[in-house]
């Protein structure tokens, strides 16, 4: 991450330093050619102004006109002088007779039409430019005057040595800086990630980084509960199938070495056929437990009517409560959720079946439906209730209260979990009511 900063930040000081230096020198040159046209018109105005040409035109002594321009030849500014056909009268540079027609230049053209001309001719061979200002005369005759300057392309090949002596100067104070403040940007981040475990409180350095170091922190935990809860899953599934699985193999071992009394023989197989479905519910619910963390069932809901569905589960489960001597009521508001039918008549069932499970001999359960601020569903017990310390830990995976009880009932531990689930799933809200020895009563908020 460090050489990748610190190149990007050289690449950036790379191109900001030839960008720079193209645009200035693109805007110096255009300001030298604009002063160039500048001082061309003031030359070109002057000479006009003294009349010298124009009376040795008049007099008819244009092969007598001394070389009055001299000065001006020493600054590289020739003057030439043209007749209304293109003949060159005077040049303070060359001789006339050396020089071709002139009425082709597109200054003198513009010159003898408009009063004025400009234009701007390049020798590549000597990388020059050479600038041209024409006036026509009042007598018609057109005065030129000029001057060779390097071309933009030429300005710059010769300003490369300075350029990149820049460069390089620019790129060593750059290098010193990208590592500096890289050091300086990585430093709480290095520092974050060094103090992982125990960043409560910890500066990141920069207000900026403050969400940023939340999140990841935020993130570790959620990350770290996820592997403790993942390692605790996995010692208590491994427990949990065990007992069954040893039962199962000593009953089956007695059997096998005809070891059991005629008369034991049903009793051993009742509890091999009961652990066995004990290890099938157990892995049944493992299996239910796994879809609900993966499937997004937020698609399927539609409008159901809750009292109709709890009456429906309620009945379905009153075999059961009949065995365990414990009467189950269902009633209430007829109240319409988004739901899946699946999820909800789980839902309902885990709670119901868990309430029978826990009661006591001629105990009651009742299923109640209401809207308080929403539809309410009300699973409440006169069993044997939940402690007040343990109550937090109810919707745990495998938790049980009375263990002994659990077992007895075929419970696997997991039932208020998924209902838990599928609370979340939901979006709804769960609440525990509870007092030892008086029963429990518990509330989905949809």
């Not at 026509?136 to 300003?159: C, H, N, P, Q, W």
């Not at 409560?200 to 959620?222: C, M, T, V």
């Not at 009949?322 to 007829?334: A, P, T």
């Not at 899946?340 to 079946?353: A, F, P, R, T």
Request: aromatic share 6%; glycine share 4%; with cysteine.
């Amino acid at each position: 991450m460090k050489q990748k900063i610190n190149s990007r930040l050289l690449i950036i000081a790379l191109i900001a330093i030839f960008s720079t230096t193209i645009g200035i020198i693109y805007v110096c040159y255009n300001s030298f050619e604009t002063q160039i046209q500048k001082d061309l018109k003031i030359h070109g105005e002057i000479i006009q102004e003294t009349g010298v040409l124009q009376s040795y035109y008049a007099n008819g002594n244009v092969d007598e006109i001394p070389d009055l321009f001299k000065d001006l030849k020493n600054e590289n500014v020739r003057v030439t002088w043209i007749d209304k056909d293109g003949t060159v009268l005077y040049d303070n540079d060359l001789d006339v007779n050396q020089l071709k027609n002139h009425l082709d230049r597109p200054e003198i053209q513009q010159a003898l039409s408009e009063g004025v001309g400009q234009s701007t001719r390049q020798s590549d061979s000597l990388k020059m430019n050479t600038y041209y200002y024409a006036i026509r005369l009042e007598d018609g005759t057109v005065l030129r005057v000029s001057i060779m300057a390097k071309t933009i392309i030429s300005v710059f090949i010769s300003t490369i040595p300075y350029i990149v002596l820049s460069i390089l100067l620019i790129l060593m104070v750059c290098f010193v800086l990208s590592h500096y403040l890289t050091r300086q940007l990585l430093e709480p981040i290095d520092t974050m990630a060094e103090n992982l475990e125990d960043s409560i409180g910890l500066d990141p350095g920069y207000k900026e980084l403050i969400p940023f170091a939340n999140k990841i922190r935020s993130q570790h935990e959620k990350i770290i509960m996820a592997a403790k809860s993942r390692q605790d899953f996995t010692a208590n599934v491994s427990h949990e199938l065990k007992t069954p699985l040893t039962a199962i193999s000593g009953y089956a071992e007695l059997i096998e070495n005809k070891m059991v009394p005629a008369n034991q023989e049903v009793y051993f197989a009742k509890q091999i056929r009961e652990n066995a479905n004990r290890l099938l519910n157990l892995i049944n619910d493992i299996i239910r437990l796994s879809e609900l963390d993966h499937t997004k069932i937020h698609s399927d809901f539609v409008s159901l009517h809750l009292l109709e569905e709890a009456k429906e589960v309620c009945s379905t489960l009153q075999i059961n409560a009949q065995k365990k001597n414990v009467s189950l009521v269902c009633y209430g508001s007829d109240e319409v959720i988004l739901s899946n039918k699946e999820l909800l008549k789980e839902l309902i069932s885990n709670l119901v079946q868990n309430a029978i499970q826990y009661n006591n001999e001629n105990g009651k359960v009742v299923v109640h439906i209401y809207n308080e601020n929403g539809a309410v569903l009300s699973v409440k017990d006169n069993g044997i209730g939940i402690p007040k310390n343990v109550q937090n830990r109810v919707f745990e995976r495998f938790y049980r209260v009375d263990k002994s009880r659990s077992r007895q009932t075929g419970g696997t531990g997991l039932g208020l979990a998924i209902v838990k689930h599928i609370v979340e799933i939901h979006d709804a809200h769960i609440e525990l009511i509870s007092e030892e020895g008086k029963g429990c009563e518990i509330i989905v908020r949809f």
